[in-house]
């Protein structure tokens, strides 16, 4: 008598790939609004380490140039020389695209960012 052996096919069912699928939407739910909050706040720490540069800058400029309270600054021609330049020559700018603007000498904080308060975290110092 011959007997014919049956192949088993392996394999996933429909139901289990789609548990599977189930499972990465959760978690690809949960993480990427964490990325996005993440990047938010390092833009943010970044905005404002540069707006601290700044203002040491506007500082060290005022006392070598013998500069008074209330006088203006010209930015960013009599900084260059008191912080780090980014690769292109230039003073870094605010990594979410605000500008930076100046007040006068002897104004707390000497330097801000357009979108100071807009975003959140904010780009403001402490």
Request: with cysteine; proline share 6%.
């Amino acid at each position: 008598m011959k007997t014919t052996r049956t192949k088993s096919l392996g394999g996933f069912t429909l139901v289990e790939i789609m548990i599977v699928i189930a499972i990465i939407a959760l978690l690809a739910a949960i993480v990427i609004p964490n990325l996005i909050r993440a990047g938010a706040r390092s833009q943010a720490t970044a905005c404002i380490n540069n707006l601290r540069q700044i203002d040491t800058a506007v500082q060290q400029f005022a006392v070598e140039a013998r500069k008074h309270v209330g006088d203006i600054i010209v930015y960013p021609d009599d900084l260059k020389a008191y912080i780090k330049l980014n690769p292109k020559g230039e003073i870094p700018s605010c990594p979410a695209g605000g500008d930076y603007t100046l007040t006068t000498v002897g104004t707390v904080p000497s330097a801000l960012c357009s979108l100071g308060s807009t975003l959140s975290p904010a780009h403001l110092q402490p």
